[in-house]
Each structure stands twice: as C-alpha cells, then as structure tokens.
T-cell receptor, first 113, second 114 residues
Framework: AQTIHQWPVAEIKAVGSPLSLGCTIKGKSSPNLYWYWQATGGTLQQLFYSITVGQVESVVQLNLSASRPKDDQFILSTEKLLLSHSGFYLC????????????FGAGTRLSVL | GDSVTQTEGQVALSEEDFLTIHCNYSASGYPALFWYVQYPGEGPQFLFRASRDKEKGSSRGFEATYDKGTTSFHLRKASVQESDSAVYYCALGADNTNTGKLTFGDGTVLTVKP
C-alpha cells in the first residue's frame, strides 16, 4: 500500500526566515507529485506539480519554490517567509496520466509570526 | 475558468438524519468530479469520483451521481453518524494534461449531534 509522509507536522517561524517542508511517497514508483496550500478555514489551491525527478512546474507565484530531488521525495521551500505563507501545506500524489485521483498527506501546519 | 460551488457552508444535523450537500460546477469539456472529506488537523481523504454522465460514485454510505444536464454532483447519505462530522469538499478535474490540478469548492462543514 502507498504511504505518504510529510514533515514536519507543524512549524512556527518568523517573518523573513527560511523554510523547508518535505514529503516522501512509499509504495508507488514514479508517481506524479503535488503541493497544495490551504488557508485556515479555506479551500485548497495547487502550488506545484511534478511528473518526474528534477522537473517541477509552478502553478501560482507565492514566493515559494519546489524541488524533486528523488523519485519519491518532494520539497517545498523559501528563503524568506511572509505572513501570507501561513496555512496548511499538503503534499499529494497520483498515478501518471490525466485526471487521476489525488491522494493527500496529513499536511504541515505553518504559522508565520 | 473552472469553478465549483457548494451551496451550504455549514450543515447541522442529528444522528440518523438524511444528508444532502449541493455541488454545482462550471467547466469546459467533460471534467472528472470528486468528493473529499477532511477531518480536523488532517489532509483531505478521497471519498469517491465519477467521470461520465449518470455515473454514480459511492463510499462509506455516501453517494453522488454525475449529472451533466444540471452540472451537479450532490453528496447524499441516508443516515449520518456523529463520526461523519467533518468538512466535505467537492472538486473537479478538467485538465487531462498531467497537471493534477483540482478545482475545489469552498467546503461544507458538517456537524452531526448525537
């Protein structure tokens, strides 16, 4: 069975500080990977997607970047956090191909103060 | 652009009540439609999907039927339990070019009282 693990579970960071969030997928070879963001009490918005190692596409510009250094790993980062970065960050995977179901991880709660 | 509208922002029911959460969509082409459920502090869990007109998706007693004529995918459950309390999201996927982009509705908070 596929498992998706996100780390850390929660972060409290200062404005202007760097950030790195991670996600690992086990049990599925070469999945598509995604980062979504959810404001507190809000809906979900796609940030990035990746269909292969080393290739990441940005969907919205939020002063964030993403990388896929390994087939099963997806990293979200920024060098300088903004207050608006607060929220819930969700990693997801799907099978390769169009319109496949997304399966989400447990998320990372980020508070920027 | 694509959009999903969930009519009810909040629904409060008692156990064994019948549940309906309305979902209407706007998209070009033939989107796939999804329902997800999110419990506090967790990521959304996939409930089920439907990909063609009149197709019914179902899981855990919840069901919805894809209706292209009314552009709807309403979620229903005959008898809710307290454990069903959560946020429910309707979503559509209209981009079949491997982007994984889902457009989510604003969510419906379901509270079930014992």
């Amino acid at each position: 069975a596929q498992t998706i693990h996100q780390w850390p579970v929660a972060e409290i960071k200062a404005v202007g500080s760097p950030l790195s969030l991670g996600c690992t997928i086990k049990g599925k070879s070469s999945p598509n990977l995604y980062w979504y963001w959810q404001a507190t009490g809000g809906t979900l918005q796609q940030l990035f997607y990746s269909i292969t190692v080393g290739q990441v596409e940005s969907v919205v510009q939020l002063n964030l970047s993403a990388s896929r250094p390994k087939d099963d790993q997806f990293i979200l980062s920024t060098e300088k956090l903004l207050l608006s970065h607060s929220g819930f960050y969700l990693c997801a995977w799907s099978l390769v191909g169009g319109l496949n179901t997304l399966y989400f991880g447990a998320g990372t709660r980020l508070s920027v103060l | 652009g694509d959009s999903v509208t969930q009519t009810e922002g909040q629904v409060a029911l008692s156990e064994e009540d019948f549940l309906t959460i309305h979902c209407n969509y706007s998209a070009s082409g033939y989107p796939a439609l999804f329902w997800y459920v999110q419990y506090p502090g967790e990521g959304p869990q996939f409930l089920f999907r439907a990909s063609r007109d009149k197709e019914k998706g179902s899981s855990r007693g919840f069901e919805a039927t894809y209706d292209k004529g009314t552009t709807s995918f309403h979620l229903r459950k005959a008898s809710v339990q307290e454990s069903d309390s959560a946020v429910y999201y309707c979503a559509l996927g209209a981009d079949n070019t491997n982007t994984g982009k889902l457009t989510f509705g604003d969510g419906t908070v379901l509270t079930v009282k014992p």
